[in-house]
């Protein structure tokens, strides 16, 4: 459990000091979501009667969630040619 | 009796001052004429009465609670004598100014600003209140001032006469500390109170040495008598001669009996006109301005005068002062004529061969210039040769003597170079120069200043006994030395003259010790106040003002808060990557800080 949060740090730091790509993001944010399942998952074993039931919410959720990253990330390279994310600028 | 003298004195002050008014030159002459004759017949009646001193306190001018001030005048035989010999001496100088100045247009104002002078120099001189003195003293500066620009538009000129007021103003503190130390201590101003004194602070006599220094050209402020020379000639034979400059000896010798009371002050005048005599001569020998030599001697005998002073027998320094206001003017109007005749050409490498050219002026050179050596029975003889004999006999420091001694010589060596150069050997003037002798106003007074240089000192010392016991018993080397000196001086000098100067040659070098007045001059007025003036901008202004503090204050906190806002700018930026990492960032130290507490 400990491991898995490590990993949703490590993942975390890869979502906020991304350099170049939008997607690197998405996949940073689909890194955490797999951390947070797995941590979820190893939480029963720890003896604890604790209903695994969450856990498939959170997947399913996360799905649809990566989804609509995707369409997120498909019109903003519509608009803005690419996804590198030095383009993305607000003014 | 008394008071008749005093009211034919001041009657022919303001009768003075009255024709000062006048447009018509020749009125102010013959009013200097009338008064001088007046103030002699003042001075028979003085002697016919045997008395030796009056006091003519005239008119309460102004209260001040305890102490009013007046306007008084003190004749004594001090006062007497010097005007005397100040308003004959005037009288000729005035009618040499309407040969001299003959082609000036404001030769008329000229004239006022003389007799202005003359007016403030009877009023220093006659003075029984400082406050009185100060005004003749401030007076006389002034129109020395005025009257050594009086060619204003010669830049030269205007320097002279600011150099002139600057070293005067520095005497003037010394008067002021005078003035200052009496009213508060003593709270009085007239000579009668301050001769009562028995213990006299010397802040005071500080204050009478500077003032002498300043006003008479003693060693630490002297340049301005050289330099005073821009003046016209009668401007420097009467101001830097005669009347002027020997304000600041007058000073002295009316303070001589207080001076003798400290040792400490009476030694330091003593050197202090030995080193002027002695420099000032030195300087004399290597001039090549006619009326630069003749300036040079006159602080040279200035400076015999104060050493007269410092050793106890100021008696003989104001005869000094009678004697030497004959020949030196005359020396002076000597050096007028020439210059007249030779279109304003000064320079001695460019005279020569006037003994058949202008036989007047040139015996009348040769007679000033051996009254101003000292040969026996001449006017000069009369003043130096007991001023000598006195400081040999005194107590003081011998190393000064000897300087003296030298100084003396070195009298005997300039005059004869300058008699050489420009009246005999080769003639080195341009041809055709309308050298001309034949006026009334150049002759006349020459020839009375020449009587006046031969019988004056016989006449005085016949008429006036000694104040002061005469050293009647020297031995015969002492006694003789003055004359020896002088013999020697003129022998090396002619000597000397003939070895150098066989074909006419001439001596180029003007950057020596002695052309340069001692590099004094160069000294004060160049590299000091350039010294100080880097060290106020350079360092000032330019290391600090524009540097250190600079960078200190504005230009280095401008600096790091530049580079503050580098990095602040950075978060700053409009693009979604920072915005994101931000968030993140922020979000996870959050987390730890719930986590922990």
Partial sequence: MLIMALVFCIALLGLSLTQTHLLSVLLCLEMMMVALYLGLGLMSLSGLNYSLMVALVLLTFSACEASSGLALLVLISRSHGSDLLKSFNLS | MVGMCGMLSLTSLLLMIVYLFSKSKSDIAQAIKYSGYLNSILLLLLLMNDESEMLFLKWEWVKLGGYSLTVSFRYDIYTCCFFVVALYVTWNILMFS??????????????????????????????????????????????????????????????????????????????????????????????????????????????????????????????????????????????????????????????????????????????????????????????????????????????????????????????????????????????????????????????????????????????????????????????????????NVSNMNSWAIGLVLLATSFTAAYSFRLLYMASGSTSRMLVLQPMNEDYGNLVGPLQRLCYGSIIAGVGFVYFFSPLQANILSLPITLKLSALFVTVVGALIAWNVMKLLHEGGEVNLNYLSFEAQVGFYSIIMHKVMPKAWMNLGEGYQMQVLDRGWTELVLPQGLGENYKLLADNVNQAQTSLIKMYIAIMMLVMFVVGLLVVNF
């Fill in chain 2, 98 to 391: 309407f040969y001299y100045m003959a082609s000036d247009p404001r030769v008329e104002l000229f004239c006022k600003y003389l007799g202005l002078f003359l007016v403030a120099m009877l009023l220093l001189v006659s003075a029984e209140s400082l406050f009185q003195l100060l005004i003749g003293w401030e007076g006389v500066g002034i129109m020395s001032y005025l009257l050594i620009s009086w060619w204003y538009a010669r830049s030269d000129a205007n320097t002279a006469a600011l150099q002139a007021i600057f070293y005067n103003r520095v005497g003037d503190i010394g008067l002021i500390v005078m003035l200052v130390w009496s009213l508060v201590n003593i709270y009085d101003w007239t000579f009668t109170s301050l001769y009562a004194l028995s213990l006299v602070n010397i802040f005071f006599l500080g204050g009478v040495v500077l003032a002498a220094t300043g006003k008479s050209a003693q060693l630490g402020l002297h340049p301005w008598l050289p330099a005073a020379m821009e003046g016209p000639t009668p401007v420097s034979s009467l101001l830097h001669s005669s009347t002027m400059v020997v304000a600041g000896v007058f000073l002295l010798i009316r303070f001589s009996s207080l001076i003798q009371l400290d040792s400490l002050i009476q030694m330091v005048v003593f050197l202090l006109g030995t080193m002027t005599t002695l420099f000032s001569a030195i300087c004399a020998l290597a001039q090549n301005d006619m009326k630069k030599v003749v300036a040079f001697s006159t602080a040279s005998q200035l400076g015999l005068m104060v050493t007269a002073v410092g050793a106890g027998v100021p008696q003989l320094a104001f005869l000094h002062i009678c004697m030497h206001a004959f020949f030196k003017a005359m020396l002076f109007m000597c050096s007028g004529g020439y210059i007249h005749g030779l279109q304003n050409e000064q320079d001695v490498r460019k005279m020569g061969g006037f003994m058949n050219a202008a036989p007047v002026t040139t015996v009348c050179l040769f007679i000033g210039s051996a009254a101003l050596m000292g040969t026996p029975y001449l006017a000069g003889f009369f003043s130096k040769d007991p001023i000598i004999e006195a400081i």
